[in-house]
């Protein structure tokens, strides 16, 4: 099923990307913002079924859900005392996730090494997407913070990353380690986000990456972990599971929508999101230990 869902990904990439091309802003946001709402919001919403789980006893599942809900509380006190930092962080944290879920099967060697990879994969993605937004990117983070991200930071966050990833590739290569990466379809699948993020809106180039090359891979290794093996029957098992989560999280929304004004709405989702992805990367690391 991963080798068919690869085709499918790699469809509904270029269907999208036409889609960016074809037609305006309102209807690339809104399609972004329907995937991130129902699929990007799915897959984080199995935390604790997954936590379940990994413990052999309930109280080891207390602690850990201890710890899952300690990891929220400190993303928004970091927020409160400083969200420019805060912000910085998110960005590295899903750098690293992104990198994870992307790469861990792909390639082999120490935490250490695996570690600078993942971050490296993330970053060169947000830079790609960051440089090619520059303008919406510099609202989102005066907005948030207050402040924005200097341009020279964003080139250097792509000069680096990028350089990173060649310079971990080539030792990874003369270290005589066959990895189960395939360089040229890496650099396909690079080459093909770059257009999609020059093309699309800032939403919708962050979505496609988001729902289509993560969450979904991310939603099959929860659903094998889970049940075994990944087969529609187990992935639906795995969408009634998250089903109660996702509604709440949905109706939450709808009311801070509902109650708040525009400013205050954008910081909270915010807040929201950087406080759930900390104990989420936490859990899908675990997972993948």
Not at 20 to 46: K, T
Not at 47 to 60: E, G, P, S, V
Not at 81 to 91: E, K, Q, T, V, Y
Not at 174 to 184: C, N
Request: glycine share 4%.
């Amino acid at each position: 099923m991963r080798v068919h869902y690869q085709d499918f990904m790699i469809f509904f990439t270029f269907l999208l990307f036409w889609i960016s091309i074809q037609f305006g802003q309102i209807i690339e946001d809104s399609i972004a913002y329907v995937i991130v709402l129902s699929i990007g919001i799915i897959h984080g919403s199995n935390d604790f079924t997954i936590l379940r789980k990994q413990q052999t006893n309930t109280t080891k599942f207390l602690k850990s859900t201890g710890f899952y809900l300690l990891l929220i509380v400190l993303c928004v006190l970091s927020y409160i005392a400083n969200p420019f930092i805060s912000f910085l962080f998110f960005i590295l944290l899903s750098s690293y996730h992104f990198g994870e879920q992307h790469l861990e099967e792909k390639v082999f060697g120490s935490k250490l090494f695996k570690s600078i990879l993942y971050i490296a994969y993330g970053m060169l993605i947000f830079s790609l997407i960051f440089i090619e937004n520059l303008s919406d990117v510099d609202a989102i983070m005066q907005n948030l913070t207050g402040s924005i991200i200097p341009n020279d930071w964003i080139n250097i966050m792509l000069i680096t990353s990028l350089s990173l990833l060649i310079v971990l590739f080539v030792y990874h290569f003369t270290r005589e380690i066959k990895p189960k990466i395939q360089v040229v379809r890496e650099l396909f699948y690079i080459l093909l986000l770059f257009l999609v993020f020059k093309t699309s809106s800032l939403i919708l180039g962050f979505a496609i990456y988001f729902v289509l090359w993560h969450s979904i891979p991310s939603i099959l290794d929860q659903t094998k972990f889970l049940s075994g093996d990944y087969s529609f029957k187990t992935i639906l098992e795995y969408l009634k599971t998250a089903f109660v989560y996702w509604l709440i999280s949905i109706l939450g929304l709808l009311i801070a929508y509902y109650f708040l004004d525009e400013s205050l709405f954008n910081s909270i989702i915010f807040i929201v999101l950087f406080a759930v992805t900390a104990p989420h990367v936490w859990v899908m690391n675990r997972m993948k230990q």
